[in-house]
């Protein structure tokens, strides 16, 4: 069992930016997929970028196409702690984001993941 705790969530203004942290307990997730999506009210939960082990200490990151150039994901296994560095937020990107664990095939669809943190609210002004 992995348990997954996001933090770093508030509000800030458009154009802003702010630091999720993902906490992971229970197991050393060295090997896992460790994505983030993000769900607004009344809308499904989408895939915003992820961090995939590729072999040794390496590992691939991959974004949604939206969040490219302005979102940062990265990893300190030794603190088994995702980050997700976010610029240039947009008032459309106000969500709750969650982190989420495992390995899936394809690492963009939420239903593929094993493990979910309770999400952390972004909200932007605009």
């Known amino acids: 069992q992995v348990q997954l705790v996001e933090s770093g969530g508030g509000l800030v203004q458009a154009g802003g930016s702010l630091r999720l942290s993902c906490a992971a307990s229970?197991?050393?997730?060295?090997?896992?997929?460790v994505g983030w999506f993000r769900q607004a009210p009344g809308k499904e939960r989408r895939f915003v970028a992820a961090?995939?082990?590729?072999?040794?200490?390496?590992?691939?990151?991959d974004y949604a196409d939206s969040v490219k150039g302005r979102f940062t994901i990265s990893r300190d296994n030794a603190k088994n702690t995702v980050y997700l560095q976010m610029k240039s937020l947009k008032a459309e990107e106000t969500a709750v984001y969650y982190c989420a664990a495992g390995r899936p095939g394809d690492w963009s669809m939420a239903t593929n993941y094993d493990y979910w943190g309770q999400g952390t609210q972004v909200t932007v002004s605009s």
């Open positions: 229970g197991r050393t997730f060295n090997t896992y997929t």
């Open positions: 961090t995939r082990w590729r072999r040794g200490s390496t590992y691939y990151a």
